[in-house]
């Protein structure tokens, strides 16, 4: 079954850091453009990030650039996102998610996760 | 032309033809070809159509999306009570910096 599961959320006061997982399975995970996205509370789909299939290039949404750093590790089949500087307005559901290799999300996001919430507050 | 507009809500009975529309700019749906999803409560969401109009597999024949000009469209011929969700539509916006740009979101109840 291909399945993505997140981890790694929590409370985190503001200024701090958190580091988010996804475990990939039942599929050849270094095929795959891996995207996070993430969803505020009562709001709407926000795209955070996305990383080529062999982590070479990386792309950013303009609100977390120098903030927010994406990563994988193929031998371990994960995907991480390392936030720092946390701010209030970065509260939310952090999803992972995947896509075929083709430009511009031909193809759309094909499997999510189902989410890990991240809640920044003193 | 950093949003993607969908009205908030729509509503049908079961057995109605129910369409939400996605209207962008040129630099998004004008350029890029548009995907939809659909999302549960407490759930993440689940591709429902990609590239204008292709269906993955396992989604009802009954779900069907357009495209034209800086607009998309997402039709749900014979409304059923699981059809009651969130939808968005989403499109490569090539601004700036770039990025995938999701909808505004509208809220389906069957009535």
């Known amino acids: 079954e291909v399945q993505l599961v997140e981890s790694g959320g929590g409370l985190v006061q503001p200024g701090g850091s958190l580091t988010l997982s996804c475990a990939a399975s039942?599929?050849?995970?270094?095929?795959?453009?891996m995207t996070w996205v993430r969803q505020s509370p009562g709001k709407g789909l926000e795209w955070v990030a996305n990383?080529?299939?062999?982590?070479?290039?990386?792309n950013y949404v303009d609100s977390v650039k120098g903030q927010f750093t994406i990563s994988r590790d193929n031998a371990k089949n994960s995907l991480y996102l390392h936030m720092s500087s946390l701010r209030a307005e970065d509260t939310a559901v952090y999803y992972c998610?995947?896509?075929?290799?083709?430009?511009?999300?031909?193809?759309?996001?094909?499997?999510w996760g189902q989410g890990t919430t991240v809640t920044v507050s003193s | 032309q950093s949003v993607l507009t969908q009205p908030p809500s729509a509503s049908g009975t079961p057995g109605q033809r129910v369409t939400i529309s996605c209207s962008g700019f040129s630099s998004n749906i004008g350029s890029n070809t548009v995907n939809w999803y659909q999302q549960f409560p407490g759930t993440g969401p689940k591709l429902l159509i990609y590239s204008n109009n292709q269906r993955p597999s396992g989604v009802p024949d009954r779900f069907s999306g357009s495209k034209s000009g800086t607009s998309a469209s997402l039709a749900i011929s014979g409304l059923q009570s699981e059809d009651e969700a969130d939808y968005w539509c989403a499109s490569w916006d090539d601004g700036l910096n770039g990025r995938y740009l999701f909808g505004t979101g509208t809220r389906v109840t069957v009535l």
């Open positions: 039942g599929f050849t995970f270094n095929d795959y453009w």
């Open positions: 990383i080529s299939p062999d982590g070479s290039g990386t």
């Open positions: 998610a995947r896509t075929r290799p083709a430009p511009k999300y031909y193809y759309g996001l094909e499997v």
